[in-house]
C-alpha cells in the first residue's frame, strides 16, 4: 500500500509538473519533497528517521541530478556543451533562397497549434468581417455592376478573350490598384476588401477575376509599394493604379518552377549606356513561361539571378535573386504568344530577353535591394497567398453549393427533388461543409493580414487546402448535375469552374509540393518555440555566446517534449475532458477541447518527427505532407468556431458546425495516424502510437443526421442558405443562368404543396401526365386545381423546363477554328519560337 500510494503520488506530481512545463529548481525540490517522504515513512502512516545506507543514497540521486542541471555551468558542461557541438557539426548547409524564406512572413497562430497548448482568446481576438463605408459602397457598386457586365460564355468560348469593355471598366474603377495606397493614386483597401471583392467577382468569372487579381497580388504594384524608391512609387505606382500600365511578373521558367534556386535567367553588372548616356546597369539573358497577363502586359516585373564579377556593387560576385520593372516595348525585351492553361480567356504566355540592357534604377529598391529578391518575393507571397485564391476558391465553393442546392430542389426524379434523395445529399452535406468551412477560414486568415500580418505558414495551408476543397465542390456540383453540368454552352454554369479548378491547384506554389515540402517542413522551423532558436544558436561563431542562446533555447525544448509526452497521455485517457477551452457556449466548448488535445498531439508528434529524422525530414514527404493536413485540419476548424461565434451564434447554424468540426478532428486524427503507422523508426512509432492512440481513435466522422439536416436548411431560401454563399453575386435575372436558378427556386418553393396536390392526381390516374396532354387544363378542368393554381404550376413547368435544358449547336458551330491556334502553335524552347 506503500508503494501504491508514493507510485501515484509522484505520477499526479510529474503529469502536473510536467503539463506546466515547470523548470528544474521545481522539478529537484519535487523529488526532494517526495523523496524525503517516503524514506521518512509518511506514506505508510507512519513517521520514522531512516537508517542512513546505500538505499537512502540511491534514494536521493534523483534529487541531485535534477539539482546538479539545475545550474547553468554545470548543465553546459556535462549536457548541453556535447549536445551544441554535435549539432554544430552535423548542421546541414541552408542556401540562401530556403534562408530568406524561413525569414520572410509573420509567425501567427500556427505557433500556438506548434505548441501543444494553444491560447483560442488569440484566435478569437483577430477582427471579424469589418469593411469601411467606401469598401462597402464599391463592393455593393462597381463589383456588382462588373458582374452584371460579365457574359462567362462569350469571353471563354465566343471570343476567348477578356472583353475590352471589361478592362476599360476595371481600369476606369480602380480595380487594378485595390492595393495601391491613395497617397500614390490606389484604393488603399483592406486585404478583407479586397479578399471579398475577388470573390464575387469570381463566383461569376474566374476569367475576369484573374485580371483584377494578378495586379493586387504578387507583381510590380505590391513590390514597388513596400520596396520601390521614391522614385518607383511616383512614376510607377499612380499609373498602375490607373491601368495605364498593365503589369505581369515573370518568375517560372522551363527549368525554374518551384525550385528558384536552379532560374538560369541571369543579370550581370555592368556599365552601358541607356538613353544616350553611361550609366551602371544589368545585362540581362532570360526565358519564362506561365505568365499571367504577360500578352497584355505593358510592364514586365523580371526575377533573376545576379552577378557582380567586377565587383561594381562593392558586395560579393554572386549577389541573388533579384527583381526589376522592365516596361515591355523596351529593346530585346520579347512578349511571347499565348498560353491556353485549360482553354481559359485570360491572357496568360511567355516573354524572353537576350542581351536586354537596363539602368540598375528599374532595380525595385535601386542597387541596395539587389539581391533580396527571394526575401521581397516570400514576404509578399506570404500575405498575397492568404488573399488571392483563397478567396476565390471560397468564393467557388460557395457558387457551387448555391447553384447546386437550387438546381438539386428544382429537379426531380423518382416523384422527389433529386436534393431529397440519400444518395445526393452526401455531395450536398459536403458542399455545405466546404462553403461554411471555406469562407471561414478565408474571413480570418483576411484579418489577419488586414492588421499587418503576414502568415508564411497559415498562407501556405490555405492555399492548398483552399484550392483542394473547392476541387472537390466542383467535382460534387458536376456529380448532382449530370448531364446537365458535362453539355457545355451558354447555359451551363458550371463549366468554367471546372475548366479553372486545375490552375488554381497548380500556380503560386503547386498544392503537392506546397503540402509536402513547405507547409510543415516551414512550419516546423518558423512556428515551433524552440527549433528555430536552437538552430540559429548552433550557426553563431561564437562558441560562448552561442552555446549560451543554445543551452536556454535545448533546455525549454526539454521541457517542451515532456510536457508533451505527458500532456498528449493524460488527455487522451481523460478524453481531453480537462483540456483548455475559451468560456463559449456549449457546442464550442466541446469542440475547443478536442481541438487543444489534437493540438498537444499534433505538437507531440511534430517535435518527435522533426527530432529524429531531421534533416531527412525533406525526402519523407509522404510523413510531411500528412503533419500539414494535420496542422490544416486544427487551424481551419478552429475559424470555423470563430465564425460560428463571429455570426452570433446562431441556432440555425449549429448543426453546419458540429457536421464541420466532427469532420475536422477525424481528418486531424487520420493525418496523425498515418504519420505514425508510417514512421520509419520502430521504437518512436510504438511510443507516438502508445501516447496518441492509448485507447484507440478518438473521433468519428460526423453522423449523417447532421448532413440530413443542414442540406434540409441549404435548399431552401432563407437565412441558412444566404450565410452559406454570403459575399457572392447573386442575380436574379431569369434571363441570366444564374437568375434564373434563383427565381425558379422561389416559384417551386412555393408551389410546393399544389405540386403535392397535382402529383396525388396523376398517381390515382384522374390526371395523365404525358407528351402531347396539357396536363394542367386537365387538372383545372377535374376540379384538381383552380384556374390560378394551374396557371402557378405552369409557370413553375416552364421555368423548371428551362433550368433543366441543355444547349445543343449546329455541327459548323464546334468545329474548331485553326487560323490562329492549333496547327499553327509552337513549343517554348523550339528555336523558332524566339524568332
Sequence with gaps: METLLFIVVALAGVFALAMKRAVLPIWAGFAAILTALYQLGVFAGTFTLPDFGLGVVVGWLPTALLAAFAFEDIRKKALTGPVYDMIRKVLPTVSDTEEQALEAGTIGFDAELFSGTPDWDKLRSVPPIVLTDEEKAFLDGPVEQLCTMIDDWRIRHSEREIPEEIWDFVKQHGFLGMLISKAHGGLGFSAQAQSLILGKIASRSPDVVTIVMVPNSLGPGELIEKYGTDWQKEHYLPRLASGEEIPCFSLTGPTSGSDAATMRDIGVVERGTHEGSEV???????????????????????????????????????????????????????????????????????????????????????????????????????????????SSAAAGAKAMLRFTTAYGRIRKQFGLPVARMEGLEEPLARLVETAYVTEAARAVTASMVSRGEKPSVISALMKYQMTERMRQAVNDAMDLHGGRGICDGPSNYLQSAYQMVPVGITVEGANILTRSLITFAQGALRSHPFLYDEIKAARIEDRSAGLAAFDKAFTGHVGFIVSNVFGALFHNLTGGWFAGHPPVDPISTRYYRQLSRASRNFALVADLTVGLLGGGLKIKQKLTGRLSDALSELYITGCVLKRFEDDGRPEADRDIVALAADNGLFRCQQALRGAIDNFPITPARILMRWLVFPLGGHYRPAADRLGHRAVRAAIVPGGVRDRLTRYMFVSRDPDDPTGLLEVTLDKVVAAEELERKLDRAVRHGTVRRFHGNDWFQEARAKGVLTEAEADQLREVEALTARVIAVDHFDPAEVKPNYGAMGHNSRALGDPAAAE
Design 280 to 390: 551602371l546597369g544589368i545585362r540581362l539573358n532570360w526565358e519564362k513561361r506561365y505568365i499571367t497577363l504577360g500578352p497584355k502586359a505593358t510592364l514586365v516585373g523580371l526575377a533573376f539571378r545576379l552577378f557582380d564579377p567586377d565587383g561594381l556593387l562593392g558586395k560579393r560576385e554572386d549577389i541573388g535573386i533579384t527583381v526589376a520593372v522592365i516596361p515591355a516595348n523596351h529593346a530585346g525585351v520579347e512578349i511571347g504568344r499565348r498560353h491556353l492553361p485549360c482553354g481559359a480567356a485570360f491572357p496568360n504566355g511567355p516573354n524572353w530577353g537576350r542581351d536586354v540592357f537596363i539602368p540598375m534604377d528599374w532595380v525595385i529598391g535601386g542597387a541596395d535591394r539587389a539581391g533580396q529578391g527571394w526575401r521581397m518575393l516570400m514576404e509578399c507571397l506570404s500575405a498575397g497567398r492568404s488573399i488571392s485564391l483563397p
